[in-house]
């Protein structure tokens, strides 16, 4: 089992800046994939940016340029870096950890107002 905990979440203006965390624990695996995706209200979940182990990283192209995905393994520990926010931004968003087995944290709401 893994535990995702998830903080940072917030309500900011468009143009602002979250640092979201995401703290796993519990049976970790040495070569594990960590992500975050979203959801907004009445949308279906969307990938944001996912990074491996070895530091490999992907974005969608929504977030491309004004979000960082980063990570401390030795923390067990994935951030967001979210910069030039927009309203279309607003979205719950879940911490992802993918190995021989998949989990999600329970999310936390990120709001830009315009």
């Known amino acids: 089992q893994v535990q995702l905990v998830e903080s940072g979440g917030g309500l900011v203006q468009a143009g602002g800046s979250l640092r979201l965390s995401c703290v796993a624990s519990?049976?970790?695996?040495?070569?594990?994939?960590m992500s975050w995706y979203r959801q907004a209200p009445g949308k279906q979940r969307e990938s944001v940016a996912h990074?491996?182990?070895?530091?490999?990283?992907n974005y969608a192209d929504s977030v491309k340029g004004r979000f960082t995905i980063s990570r401390d393994n030795a923390k067990n520990t994935v951030y967001l870096q979210m910069n030039s926010l927009k309203p279309e931004d607003t979205a719950v968003y879940y911490c992802?950890?993918?190995?021989?087995?998949?989990?999600w944290g329970q999310g936390t709401q990120v709001t830009v107002s315009s």
């Open positions: 992802n950890y993918r190995a021989s087995s998949e989990y």
């Open positions: 519990g049976s970790i695996y040495r070569i594990n994939v």
């Open positions: 990074i491996a182990t070895d530091g490999f990283t």
